[in-house]
């Protein structure tokens, strides 16, 4: 076989386009030849190829592959094979004879992408397909550009199944901005065909499944394509609200939810996203936050939890939104019962992540919580400072000293004793990292009272092994108490 691809190689290089006469029976063998076990007859089967796509019609050998490929008998080994044959011929052929091609092409290659298996190597050939009509059809492609883009795109989001074949489809993106001469290269490119492409795939997006080539689409604009999907973003915000319907399928909501959390993290975009941030609280976070029994939705309920503490840490949701959010009085908004569902929760990184969500909202919302609110608050907390996990209450001593910026001065003396002595008792923890962690809200409390939060002091020092950390509290709190007193 190796021998006969030699001499095919000679027989090509003498006959030139005479053998376009010949071109069904050629490209049939080429087909089976191709795919051989002995990579020296594959390798040798290729130059054949290369050289036959200089002396054949590009209209013949499309023609001939496309109804080879289209065909209802055709296997998919055989789509396969047929896909190589066209990738390397369309390498060897040239511009003026692809360029008319291009649409057929593209029609060919929206069929393969739903006939073929998602697994590398079939998807390696359609990516050689388009990287050939990008490289051959040179400027021509603008004329498909969004086409041909939208494949690439569709490959870049296969980084599970198909790694290399995802790297290199990135790689296609800027030489298909560079075939259409834009200066500003991969860019200029996605900002110029986001609108359009966004249009395209939301348009249908109540319809996404797990394999919907769409939703592959959304995948790499949402990670990829940075500022220029920034005009864009009230398109693609009702769409992460599919995640919060419970009768979608599991695997698209959580994909949403990857990607939401990932599109948080995008600093560019926040300037953006901050005057979204209210719809995506509204609609899609708080929702998948509100606790159900199972597995899928503890996973997606965790991914939400996630989304949420980026919304709060980077401030993308107005303060206003957050108090609305919390309620008023004996009255709680849609949020406050979801924070406290989750700080319970049977996964400790939720409640972990609850915890950060806290601290952040402290601080946004610092000095607006009401009465009730403060009350329901250091309950929750001083409840999660004792927790099993060391980790949970480091976290928890931090949303602690945040949340005390918010208690009024002279608070309830029967309340602020119980929130003392529930912060001071962990200063004598095992666990040194608890105590480092915990000393800056006890300090934070004892602006609330000095006082009486002096007295308490003294009184637990009394009984901890070390009183190092109390002795530290008590110097804090006197001077608190001499400023208020005039003294300084």
């Not at 290369?50 to 019609?57: E, N, P, Q, V």
């Not at 360029?99 to 092409?105: K, R, S, V, Y």
């Not at 949303?399 to 003396?413: G, H, I, T």
Request: charge should be negative; proline fraction near 3%; hydrophobic fraction near 45%.
């Amino acid at each position: 076989r190796s021998k006969a691809a030699a001499t095919m190689l000679n027989v090509l290089v003498y006959a030139e386009d005479k053998i376009g006469a010949h071109a069904e029976p050629l490209l049939a063998a080429f087909s089976k030849a191709c795919m051989d076990d002995e990579q020296e007859v594959c390798v040798a089967t290729e130059k054949c190829i290369r050289l036959s796509g200089a002396f054949i019609s590009a209209e013949v050998f499309v023609s001939i592959i496309d109804s080879n490929v289209r065909s209802g008998t055709s296997s998919v080994g055989s789509k396969k094979a047929w896909l190589a044959v066209l990738a390397t011929l369309l390498e060897g052929s040239k511009r003026d004879f692809v360029a008319p091609l291009l649409p057929t092409l593209c029609d060919m290659l929206a069929d393969m992408e739903l006939s073929l298996p998602e697994a590398e190597e079939y998807q390696v050939h359609v990516l050689r397909v388009v990287l050939a009509c990008i490289s051959t059809g040179g400027d021509a492609c603008d004329s498909v550009r969004r086409r041909l883009l939208m494949f690439l795109l569709r490959l870049q989001a296969l980084t599970e199944t198909c790694p290399a074949v995802a790297n290199k489809a990135g790689e296609g993106v800027l030489r298909l901005a560079q075939a259409c001469n834009f200066a500003g290269g991969e860019t200029q490119l996605l900002s110029v065909e986001a609108l359009p492409v966004l249009q395209q795939i939301c348009s249908n997006a109540s319809e996404w499944r797990r394999d919907s080539h769409h939703l592959y689409i959304f995948d790499t604009m949402m990670r990829r394509a940075g500022m220029a999907i920034a005009p864009h973003l009230a398109i693609c915000v009702p769409v992460f609200a599919l995640a919060a319907d419970h009768q979608r399928d599991a695997d698209v909501r959580s994909s949403l939810l990857l990607l939401l959390d990932d599109l948080l993290r995008q600093q560019e975009l926040h300037t953006s996203l901050a005057q979204h941030g209210q719809s995506l609280l509204d609609g899609t976070v708080v929702p998948v936050c509100v606790w159900r029994a199972g597995k899928v939705a503890a996973a997606l309920r965790k991914g939400s939890v996630s989304c949420l503490q980026r919304l709060l840490q980077f401030s993308l949701i107005p303060t206003d939104a957050l108090v609305a959010a919390l309620g008023k009085g004996f009255e709680p908004g849609p949020l406050e019962p979801v924070l406290k569902s989750c700080l319970d929760d049977d996964d400790a990184d939720i409640r972990f992540m609850t915890c950060g969500i806290l601290r952040f909202l402290f601080i946004s919302v610092e000095g607006r919580l009401d009465d009730e609110q403060v009350r329901n608050f250091y309950i929750e907390l001083l409840k999660r400072m004792d927790d099993s996990n060391d980790r949970i209450r480091v976290e928890c001593a931090s949303a602690f000293e945040k949340y005390l910026s918010s208690v009024p001065r002279n608070y309830d003396s029967a309340q602020f004793d119980y929130i003392v002595r529930g912060l001071v008792v962990h200063l004598d923890d095992q666990n040194s990292e608890v105590q480092e962690a915990v000393l800056p809200a006890v300090m934070a409390s004892a602006s609330v009272n000095p006082t009486q939060f002096l007295n308490i002091v003294k009184e637990c020092r009394s009984k901890h092994r070390v009183a190092t950390y109390c002795d530290q509290a008590i110097a804090r709190a006197s001077q608190l108490a001499k400023h208020s007193a005039g003294d300084l």
